[in-house]
């Protein structure tokens, strides 16, 4: 369904046109559609994660798929960048890629402009310092043949839709992408005690005080976690900038752009579906 409000029309009470009305409405459906998503509110591993009951085969478990998603979604990035339907979306896309291959961030801004590259700050190799802590093979971080059926089947999911040669599936998917990676974060602390990536660290850090610290082991380091969260605050308020702008495009499809941000969700929620069966696997 493409929508059809292109017109430049004043309403007579509110002031609005009827782009803008519409847009307004079109923002309220988004809400509904992907804010209320289970893997956004309520994912029932980070929710059991946080807790901090998590053992060492349970943490390695997570290392592994997690390092599979962050390795594989390097190509997905690449696809997004190439595909994107407006320049602002490129950039971001580029921006976002080149920092998971090692370019330093400006975190409140986004901006990779003038920043340094090393190698060590490639985000695979931050996982690969807490794989090795736990005695996991550095080499297998990663690697596609680790990662289960359920991170496989996410990984094509974005592929898909996130990496999609229609730029507006594609903007969909990332829409979707980054209001669950930023849900919460700058809403106060009980908002942002629900954010994944805050659940994550949490969780990390029990695990530390429970398993590492008695021992007298190196706690293992969040970096990889808290970097991420301080960083999506600015991801989140520019998704919106970006969809007013993919919006406002003559052929812009409300149903394909919806239904690829659906997707992206299920997608996602399956990863942490996949976790959390492995993890009561893995329960002693």
């Known amino acids: 369904m493409v929508h059809a409000a292109t017109t430049k ?13 519409s847009f307004e409405t079109f923002k309220r459906v988004i809400e509904k559609e992907f804010f209320q998503h289970p893997v956004i509110v309520n994912n029932p591993y980070t929710k059991w994660f946080k807790q901090g009951m998590a053992n060492t085969e ?9 390092s599979v998603f962050s390795n594989h979604f390097i190509v997905v990035q690449c696809k997004r960048m190439v595909n994107a339907t407006t320049l602002e979306g490129e950039e971001t896309a580029r921006a976002i890629l080149l920092n998971e291959c090692g370019v330093g961030m400006n975190v409140k801004t986004g901006s990779i402009e003038e920043q340094r590259f090393t190698t060590t700050n490639a985000h695979i190799n931050w996982l690969r310092k807490i794989a090795t802590m736990l005695d996991i ?22 592929d898909h839709t996130y990496g999609s040669h229609d730029g507006q599936i594609g903007a969909g998917a990332s829409f979707a992408i980054e209001t669950w990676a930023a849900y919460g974060i700058g809403h106060g602390e009980k908002e942002e005690s629900n954010n994944f990536w805050k659940e994550l660290i949490v969780g990390l850090e029990e695990y530390n005080k429970r398993q590492r610290l008695p021992k007298n082991l190196p706690s293992l380091p969040v970096g990889f976690f808290q970097y991420h969260f301080e960083t999506e605050a600015g991801h989140g308020a520019n998704v919106w900038q970006e969809l007013e702008q993919t919006y406002s495009q003559p052929d812009f499809d409300e149903k ?15 990863f942490w579906l996949g976790l959390d069966e492995t993890r009561k696997k893995l329960n002693n």
């Open 256 to 270: 394909k752009y919806l239904e690829a941000g659906k997707i992206a969700l299920k997608s996602i929620y399956t």
């Open 137 to 158: 093979d550095p080499k297998m971080i990663g690697r596609w043949e680790i990662g289960t059926k359920a991170t496989h089947e996410f990984l094509e999911g974005l």
């Open 58 to 66: 349970q943490v390695k478990d997570l290392i592994l798929q997690f």
């Open 9 to 21: 029309d004043n309403d007579s009470k509110s002031g609005m046109t009827t782009q803008t009305k």
